[in-house]
Every structure is written in C-alpha cells, then in structure tokens.
C-alpha cells in the first residue's frame, strides 16, 4: 500500500498546486511587483468580479451545502452575465 499512497499523495499535490496556480492567476491578473525600498508586497488590482464569484462559491459550497456541479454552473453564468455588464 506504500506505492499507492505515494501516487495518492503526488496527485493531491499537483491538483493543489494546479489550485493555487488558477487561483492566483485569476485573481490577480497583472501579478504582484516587491517594492525593496521600503520592502512592502504591492499587490495590483483585485479582479473584484472573481473575487465576488469566489466568496459566492465558497458560501454556496460550504454553508449551504449545494453541489460543486451546481456551484459550477452558476458561477459560470454570473461570470458570463457580469462579463456582458461591465464596461
């Protein structure tokens, strides 16, 4: 059963590596830059949209105990509806 926890633990490490990666990307579209000068971590703009989508999802997930494939769907279509609405 070692080999199998191994590929467990491989696979549960690259899909919360693929997380963080789509995550950050998401939310933070123009990236981050370090300021050395006063040596401060200046994140740019928050995509507000994705972070509403986010906190929704989170709230849909684990408060009120929808389905991901229903939580999916949704954040999907306000995605596309908040797309079609801002300028």
């Known amino acids: 059963t070692a080999p199998l926890t191994a ?5 549960v490490g ?5 997380g963080v990666l789509f995550t950050w990307n998401v939310l933070f579209p123009n ?5 050395v000068v006063n040596v401060n971590l200046v994140l740019n703009a928050v995509d507000q949209q994705a972070l509403l989508i986010a906190i929704l999802a989170a709230v849909a997930l684990f408060y009120w105990k929808r389905k991901v494939t229903e939580v999916i769907v949704v ?3 306000i995605g596309v509806i908040l797309q079609w609405i801002s300028p």
């Open 7 to 11: 590929i467990t633990a491989a696979v």
């Open 14 to 18: 690259v899909v919360c590596n693929l």
């Open 31 to 35: 990236g981050f830059t370090l300021n």
């Open 75 to 77: 954040g999907a279509f």
